[in-house]
T-cell receptor, first 111, second 111 residues
Framework: GAGVSQSPSNKVTEKGKDVELRCDPI?????LYWYRQSLGQGLEFLIY????????KSGLPSDRFSAERTGGSVSTLTIQRTQQEDSAVYLC?????????FGPGTRLTVL | SQKIEQNSEALNIQEGKTATLTCNYT??????LQWYRQDPGRGPVFLLL???NEKEKRKERLKVTFDTTLKQSLFHITASQPADSATYLC??????????WGAGTKLIIKP
């Protein structure tokens, strides 16, 4: 199947801990995005992977955030030393031409 | 820089009526504009894309218009149904061809 999957669906962590969020894009989609969405807000761009090109990291809010995409498929977003302001829903999308297909997101809560 | 403005107040519409949502942008006219639907706890789902040389696009009960003079897109749902209740997001590419997103308008269709 079919769509973009993300895991875990929910993550509760303590301030200062590291977290890893995973995204499995749609097979064959070469582009992958990570976004963050806070309650009642629009999507905030974090990072973009396109094929074998260097990723566009311009949206990462601090050096505590990093992401990688292995083999042009699965991507992992890592947040080190989490802070309470990192609490949000993290969404992944893979693209076909101009259309983005989103996963269900990971809700991150930092206590 | 380009900004997107969507009405942050929820829109309440009686079932059967036409719902109209507005998306305004502040800067240059983009090559295209997209509308997505987002349900609670889910990622956005693509609905329609309209290009700058298109005045209007339709898909079933949905209609999108794009007025580059007004810097505005309107999204219409005719014969609205309670199942149309969701948050509707507009998105358009920035100068680096990354999508930027409005915060969305919550639509509530009352039976």
């Amino acid at each position: 199947g079919a769509g973009v999957s993300q895991s875990p669906s929910n993550k509760v962590t303590e301030k200062g801990k590291d977290v890893e969020l995973r995204c499995d894009p749609i097979s064959g989609h070469t582009a992958l995005y990570w976004y963050r969405q806070s309650l009642g807000q629009g999507l905030e761009f974090l990072i973009y992977f396109q094929g074998n090109s260097a990723p566009d990291k311009s949206g990462l809010p601090s050096d505590r955030f990093s992401a990688e995409r292995t083999g042009g498929s699965v991507s992992t977003l890592t947040i080190q030393r989490t802070q309470q302001e990192d609490s949000a829903v993290y969404l992944c999308a893979s693209t076909s031409t101009d259309t983005q297909y989103f996963g269900p997101g990971t809700r991150l809560t930092v206590l | 820089s380009q900004k997107i403005e969507q009405n942050s107040e929820a829109l309440n519409i009686q079932e059967g009526k036409t719902a109209t949502l507005t998306c305004n942008y502040t800067n240059y006219s983009p090559a295209y504009l997209q509308w997505y639907r987002q349900d609670p706890g889910r990622g956005p789902v693509f609905l329609l894309l309209i290009r700058e040389n298109e005045k209007e696009k339709r898909k079933e009960r949905l209609k999108v218009t794009f007025d580059t003079t007004l810097k505005q897109s309107l999204f219409h749902i005719t014969a609205s149904q309670p199942a149309d209740s969701a948050t509707y997001l507009c998105a358009l590419p920035d100068s680096n061809y990354q999508l930027i997103w409005g915060a969305g308008t919550k639509l509530i269709i009352k039976p």
